[in-house]
């Protein structure tokens, strides 16, 4: 941590207090009869702790939870320094890094398996600070994440195979690790997703709110709270992870994802969300016609009708439900236009049980409850 950077922060997590009887320093242990304490913020048990005036001009200042260090701590090669307790808590071994990085990769994939597929061409590459503030100097790689604890870029090859290199900060707690992972991978999606257009007219920001709603999904998939408040309280998106995550529970993911692709807008508008709808997809080109016998065939085939009435065919019962209706599948809070008849009806799912779900139709106010019917075997 710069020394500048690490005295402001200092300066804004303590300040000073009238010693009493019993008080004590929590970094040397020394009684603090008269003069002068300070509190200092723990950052990460989240608690204020006394420290002397003789602890408080030390230089040595663990980087994960803000203390000042007197003795058996671990200096990192990068000059960042660790206490005692914090040592214990941290990534350091690069087989570990890596069995990480599968792990959050394999669920990422799960979670969004109907919207995303992300690429296998990728390479994790555990760094210090030094190594990763040096990264961010490289110029003109349009695929650089300025994030504090991670760095994605795309490289392409003398035969012209693209691959993405991913260097992760060692030394970071494990649930910061895997959020950082979730949100680099999201990185290679988008650079292999987005055309060249659509990744010039996007927003940095915006890329950077839509990394971080994947990271979000990812660790409330784990349970991770302390994680998730991280990520809702880092502001570097200004303001676009908390729309992206707006937009995903009003219109679901599957808007959100086509955004990226198709929006007509460089960034989320907070007082006209429902322009995450507003996209342009590409005109496909035109198949050639079917031989004559093959066409008269499929012209002999009648498809279905259209249902009548609103049906639950199926449930996905996991950490995030899913329920087929009709012909669209919706998670908890998702909308869309669901083939009825005719004509199409806008539905917002409400809940998901393993048998049931609870359905709200656009206009109606009422809410409606569908069962799952059991297959006739006769």
């Known amino acids: 941590m710069n020394r500048t950077i690490a005295i402001i922060i200092l300066a804004i997590l303590r300040f000073a207090g009238s010693a009493r009887a019993g008080d004590f320093c929590e970094v040397c242990g020394v009684s603090i009869e008269k003069g002068t304490l300070y509190l200092y913020l723990d950052k990460m048990a989240n608690v204020r702790k006394r420290v002397c005036h003789n602890c408080v001009e030390l230089t040595t200042v663990c980087y994960l939870c803000g203390m000042p260090v007197k003795e058996k701590y671990e200096e990192l090669p990068d000059g960042r320094i660790l206490c005692a307790r914090d040592v214990k808590n941290v990534v350091l071994d690069e087989d570990e890094a890596q069995r990480i990085w599968q792990d959050v990769k394999d669920t990422v994939e799960r979670q969004h398996s109907r919207f995303m597929s992300f690429p296998d061409n990728v390479t994790i590459h555990p760094l210090d600070r030094v190594d990763l503030q040096e990264m961010f100097k490289v110029v003109g790689n349009d695929f650089t994440c300025p994030n504090v604890w991670g760095c994605t870029l795309r490289e392409t090859n003398d035969s012209n195979r693209v691959n993405f290199k991913i260097s992760l900060l060692r030394g970071l707690p494990p649930s910061v690790l895997k ?128 249902p009548e009435t609103l049906t639950l065919k199926g449930v996905l019962w996991s950490t995030r439900p899913s329920a087929i209706i009709n012909d669209r599948t919706f998670m908890v809070n998702e909308v869309n236009k669901v083939r009825l008849g005719s004509s199409n009806i806008v539905v917002r799912c409400i809940s998901i049980s393993q ?17 799952l019917t059991p297959p006739d075997w006769r």
Not at 355 to 371: M, N, P, R
Request: charged letters at 25%.
């Open 179 to 306: 959020g950082t992972c979730a949100h680099e991978l999201t990185h290679t999606w988008v650079s292999e997703n987005l055309s060249r257009q659509r990744r010039l007219r996007v927003s940095g920001d915006a890329e950077e709110g839509f990394c971080e709603l994947i990271a979000c999904l990812y660790a409330e998939s784990q349970g991770d709270q302390a994680q998730i408040g991280i990520i809702k309280s880092n502001g570097y998106t200004r303001g676009q992870f908390a729309l992206f995550r707006e937009a995903e529970r009003q219109f679901g993911m599957n808007d959100v994802v086509e955004w990226m692709k198709y929006g007509v807008d460089a960034r989320l508008i907070g007082d006209d969300l429902v322009r995450v709808r507003k996209i342009e997809t590409p005109v496909a080109m035109k198949s050639p016609p079917p031989p004559a016998s093959t066409a008269a065939l499929l012209s002999s085939v009648a498809p279905p009708p259209p």
């Open 355 to 371: 048998d049931s779900v609870i359905v709200q139709v656009a206009g109606s106010g009422e809410q409606q409850t569908l069962k």
